[in-house]
């Protein structure tokens, strides 16, 4: 699945290149001793939302020295993900810090392989953890005129793509916290099931029939959203966005086949 954000392509001036977001699948392994957080996208939403099973949960992230997510980024995630899961034991979030990791543009193998080597945090007893990842380097996906943002590729796994998401903010710094908490809500939601992820929602007919596993709703953070742009329309979409300041929200319909999977 792509989240197309905008385009824009740089050619003499005339800025039209893609914005992305991918969510890739991973079956897991029940001979692994770490398979709890190796499964399919999607498979432990409830376990995420609920405290039927796990009572805590918490999130690593990690990333180098010099490509830290903002502040503004990670406090809003902290609050998108305290709002929506159910944990008596509370929600703890640590930051890993790692040296630079070799083989960049990067596959999604490769990531998993990174996630292997860098992950500190897995589940264990009734605390569920979660890793989400902010390389240096980008999606070996990208192409000239498609960049990937972002992927969730297993059940507690994501990958931001951090210095794509600065080189696409660079012109206007003012945007990046925007365009990162766009970025990882919208991942954390393909983590979470949206949209029909796992053919599961009680809302199925929200799912857009065109780009499956995100919404039709064309507000919601989970939205698929490809639009074509000059260097101009560009520009006033940055201007909207720095004015407007505010991050997509999930629409009513998803916030309820989030409830229905025992979040809040």
Same mark, same amino acid.
């Given at each position: ?15 039209? =290149? /893609?914005?992305?977001?991918? =969510?890739?699948?991973? +079956? ?9 957080? &190796? ?9 995420? $939302? ?11 992230? @990690?990333?180098? #020295?010099?490509?830290? #997510?903002?502040?503004?980024? @990670? ?9 929506? @899961? +159910?944990? #008596? ?6 930051? %890993? /810090? /790692? ?7 990067? =596959?999604?193998?490769?990531? &998993? ?16 953890? /979660? ?6 380097? &980008?999606?070996?996906? +990208?192409?000239? %005129?498609?960049?990937?943002?972002? %992927? ?14 600065? $080189? ?8 990046? #916290? ?6 990882? *809500?919208?991942?954390?939601? *393909? ?5 029909? @992820? ?16 995100? !919404?039709?709703?064309? +507000? !919601? $953070? ?20 720095? &004015? ?8 009513? $319909? !998803? ?10």
């Amino acid at each position: 699945m792509r989240f197309k954000y905008f385009k824009y392509f740089l050619l003499l001036g005339l800025l039209t =290149s /893609v914005l992305s977001c991918k =969510s890739d699948d991973n +079956d897991g392994d029940a001979n692994d001793p770490l398979a709890e957080n &190796r499964k399919g996208l999607g498979e432990s939403a409830e376990d995420i $939302l609920s405290s039927d099973t796990y009572k805590s949960l918490t999130i690593e992230m @990690v990333f180098e #020295p010099s490509i830290r #997510p903002t502040e503004i980024a @990670v406090q809003r995630f902290k609050d998108f993900i305290n709002e929506r @899961v +159910d944990k #008596p034991g509370g929600v703890t979030f640590i930051e %890993t /810090v /790692v040296e630079p990791q070799p083989g960049a543009p990067y =596959s999604i193998q490769e990531i &998993r392989e990174i996630e292997t080597d860098i992950r500190t945090a897995y589940t264990e007893g009734d605390n569920l953890a /979660v890793f989400v990842y902010f390389p240096s380097g &980008r999606s070996s996906n +990208d192409t000239q %005129t498609t960049v990937t943002l972002g %992927t969730a590729y297993q059940n507690t796994s994501v990958v931001v793509y951090e210095s794509t998401l600065r $080189l696409l903010t660079e012109s206007n710094q003012d945007l990046l #916290p925007i365009l990162e908490s766009t970025t990882l *809500h919208h991942e954390f939601g *393909h983590i979470l099931g949206l949209t029909n @992820v796992s053919d599961d929602d009680i809302h199925q007919e929200h799912e857009d029939t065109e780009n499956a596993k995100h !919404c039709m709703v064309e +507000d !919601c $953070l989970m939205y698929f959203d490809a639009t074509s742009v000059t260097e101009t329309q560009f520009r006033q979409l940055m201007t909207r966005m720095e &004015r407007q300041a505010e991050v997509p929200v999930l629409d009513p $319909l !998803c916030l309820e086949d989030l409830a229905a999977k025992g979040g809040n």
